[in-house]
């Protein structure tokens, strides 16, 4: 079992930046590098997006093209975390963020890949 808790969501005007963390953590042997990372969205009323995902192992990542210029993921192996640097919001970015995590398989942007969810963490963008 994995857990991801989030942290970092708040209140942000446009133009503004946040940083979102995920801190994981499992059970005795649990190896931060043998998972894979996405950062998924989900406004009200909208479907879940994924938008951007990263493989500590290599650091091969990507973005999706909403976010691609304006976001950058990385990850801190010794820490085991994962984040989000968001810079230059826009109000269309206000969602729940979750972080989620998947073992040994490559990294993508489509939730169901994933296993492990954190509870989320809410970013809003006023403008």
């Known amino acids: 079992e994995v857990q991801l808790v989030e942290s970092g969501g708040g209140l942000v005007q446009v133009g503004g930046s946040l940083t979102l963390s995920c801190a994981a953590s499992?059970?005795?042997?649990?190896?931060?590098?043998?998972?894979?990372f996405g950062w998924f969205r989900q406004a009200p009323g909208k479907e879940r997006e994924g938008v951007s995902f990263?493989?500590?192992?290599?650091?091969?990542?990507a973005y999706s093209n909403s976010v691609k210029g304006r976001f950058t993921i990385s990850s801190d192996n010794a820490k085991m975390t994962v984040y989000l640097q968001m810079n230059n919001l826009r109000p269309e970015d206000t969602a729940v963020y979750y972080c989620?995590?998947?073992?040994?398989?490559?990294?993508?942007?489509?939730?169901?890949?994933?296993?492990?969810w954190g509870q989320g963490t809410q970013v809003t963008v006023s403008s």
């Open positions: 499992g059970a005795s042997g649990f190896t931060f590098d043998e998972y894979s």
């Open positions: 989620a995590t998947v073992f040994s398989n490559p990294p993508s942007l489509h939730q169901h890949d994933y296993d492990y």
């Open positions: 990263i493989d500590p192992r290599d650091g091969d990542r």
